[in-house]
């Protein structure tokens, strides 16, 4: 019996491979959330239960804001990010999910109602960014932290227009704050003007405040 012919890619052509996978997630991500003009990011950890403190309040918040008419955006995984889509939806609005494709899979909760999914964290990463007028942290992990120094970075470097970088939960942050403030900032790796860059507030009405106030002032 003759064997089946087989195609085997050297490393450099299955990269030149993923450079096409990695623009067509790009169009994809552009086209799909070309509607969204008045996106909010939400972000916050995965593990949040429904009785929890930062779940209630992530849904509260995320309520308000769709009664104000911003669109919740999420990485559509559970914990916060279930409490922001549930929020949203339960004010009667869209509510949208950027699902990250993990080995540990992620299942999208069932309060997205328009889900993508992404297999690179940096092309979701843009769209978040590109499509959010705010981003809204509450506490999480790794990939929260990650979320809120790439929204930093970027505003402070100039590569995007500032705009409202805003932490839940005074308690949570207070000591990763210090921290900076006593290590980086004494270290001269960080200016003091960079602390403007974000705010800490503890509740949904000050969450609100902060975005409107921010575009209020660029009218």
Not at 31 to 54: C, Q, R, T, W
Request: glycine content about 8%.
């Amino acid at each position: 019996m003759r064997k089946p012919l087989t195609f085997e890619l050297t490393a450099d052509e299955r990269d030149l491979w993923r450079v096409f996978r990695i623009m067509s997630e790009f169009v994809e991500g552009y086209e799909d959330l070309a509607f969204l003009k008045n996106g909010v990011a939400i972000f916050g950890s995965k593990a949040s239960p429904p009785n929890s403190k930062y779940y209630k309040l992530a849904y509260e918040t995320a309520y308000k804001l769709a009664k104000a008419k911003y669109t919740v955006v999420t990485g559509a995984g559970s914990g916060i990010m279930e409490a922001a889509n549930r929020g949203a939806k339960e004010a009667g609005t869209e509510t949208v999910g950027l699902n990250i494709v993990l080995p540990q899979q992620q299942v999208p909760n069932p309060y997205v109602t328009y889900l993508l999914e992404f297999k690179y964290f940096f092309i979701r990463k843009v769209m978040f960014t590109k499509y959010s007028k705010a981003f809204i942290i509450f506490p999480g992990g790794f990939g929260t932290l990650d979320e809120f120094f790439e929204g930093l970075a970027l505003v402070q470097t100039h590569r995007v227009p500032v705009f409202p970088i805003i932490l839940v939960g005074g308690e949570f942050w207070k000591g990763l704050i210090g921290w900076i403030k006593d290590t980086c900032l004494k270290r001269g790796t960080i200016e003091k003007r960079d602390f403007k860059l974000f705010k800490i507030v503890d509740t949904s009405d000050e969450v609100l405040k902060e975005i409107k106030n921010f575009y209020k002032k660029k009218k």
